[in-house]
């Protein structure tokens, strides 16, 4: 069977802490993205011996398994603008694909310095501006909003593709500081859009073989239950909570590319 593979060829701390590891990253994921933060490095010293594209294909799944459901979770509270989150989700979609696509030819290394200095400023932003993300800030056109959430779905998806942890964080502050949308609304269209790009890039990696299927499985039916509970306690706890988390990620996030920028 499947799962007795599963314990046949990696140990049984492995296996557990895999499963805990999926079920914060949901968790987290679920309430304001970067459940990638906590996955893909559980995968990476897990399984130092494979290849990153491997790696970076068997999170994909467990993702979005667990970032599908949190969709639907906040699906049934939050009204969406369909023509505006069609038109990013496309945008996103062929950008993720092509980051997907990029991954085999540039060292994601390279990114990295830019990508630490652009979450500092978001997290000085953020821990200013008391008040982000707490109501709806701007009322901008349908066209103008579609215009920027494209442009936002362009970038994201790129770099979902391409690298992937925080993606969700970084739709949740495309929506929250350039669109005006609250925290709540922010991620419920931030998880749709994500499951956009996962797609994308899964694509790209189920097509190379990129995957240990076994893996996946694991952490997926784990992942799903933390985007569950995540997205549960996020829609009860409303905006503050929400961005209380949302500094916790994006310190972690700068913790953890300033050890791999300086380190």
Request: with cysteine.
């Amino acid at each position: 069977m499947i799962f007795l593979e599963i314990f046949a060829d990696s140990s049984f701390f492995t296996i557990i802490a895999l499963a805990l590891l999926a079920f914060v990253a949901g968790f987290i994921d679920a309430i304001v993205g970067g459940g990638g933060l906590i996955q893909l490095p559980a995968l990476l010293i897990n399984f130092p011996s494979e290849q990153l594209p491997t790696l970076f294909g068997t999170n994909k799944i467990a993702a979005l398994s667990g970032t599908s459901v949190a969709a639907y979770q906040y699906s049934k509270k939050i009204k969406f603008d369909f023509k505006l989150l069609i038109v990013v989700s496309i945008f996103a979609f062929a950008a993720s694909f092509v980051g997907a696509k990029t991954v085999s030819y540039i060292s994601v290394n390279t990114l990295k310095p830019v990508i630490l200095a652009i979450l500092i400023l978001i997290a000085i932003y953020t821990f200013l501006k008391k008040d982000l993300g707490s109501v709806q800030t701007k009322k901008l056109t349908i066209n103008k909003q579609i215009f920027l959430g494209s442009l936002i779905g362009i970038i994201v998806g790129f770099y979902d593709g391409f690298f992937g942890p925080g993606t969700g964080s970084f739709f949740v502050l495309g929506f929250v500081v350039i669109l005006g949308f609250e925290f709540v609304a922010a991620s419920a269209y931030s998880k749709i859009i994500n499951c956009m790009t996962n797609i994308s890039a899964l694509v790209v990696f189920v097509k190379q073989g990129n995957y240990i299927l076994e893996i996946a499985i694991l952490m997926s039916v784990c992942n799903i239950i933390g985007n569950i509970i995540g997205s549960r306690v996020a829609l009860k706890k409303g905006n503050s909570f929400i961005r209380i988390i949302f500094l916790v990620i994006v310190s972690i996030m700068i913790l953890r590319y300033g050890y791999d920028v300086f380190f």
